[in-house]
């Protein structure tokens, strides 16, 4: 799956609207350049083949300082679809921020 992300991106980014108002909220401010960065050296920690916008996934890289971001991404033909870009909360996510805790 990262193979065909990674190919997706290098064709072209197209940011939905969700990603969008995430990665812009003033507690976040993840800039593109960041998103690019965790495309390119991320890895894939969940797979969503039976999504609704059709399979996607989640990746987790870093950005600036170090900071784990977590992108959820969908390829399609022509295009890498950003779905999210995130920073996971210690609440919901392991130390390493690749497996979710239990409720």
Do not use: N
């Not at 197209?14 to 969008?20: G, M, T």
């Amino acid at each position: 799956m990262i193979d065909r992300v990674r190919a997706d991106a290098r064709m072209r980014i197209l940011y939905l609207q969700h990603a969008i108002r995430q990665m812009s909220r003033p507690d976040r401010l993840i800039r593109p350049a960041e998103v690019r960065g965790v495309i390119e050296s991320g890895e894939v920690i969940e797979d969503y083949p039976e999504d609704s916008r059709e399979h996607s996934c989640l990746l987790l890289g870093e950005g600036e300082g170090h900071r784990p971001i977590h992108v959820v991404c969908a390829p399609k033909p022509d295009y890498l679809a950003i779905i999210t870009a995130y920073f996971p909360s210690d609440d919901e996510w392991d130390a390493s921020y690749r497996k979710r805790k239990s409720k």
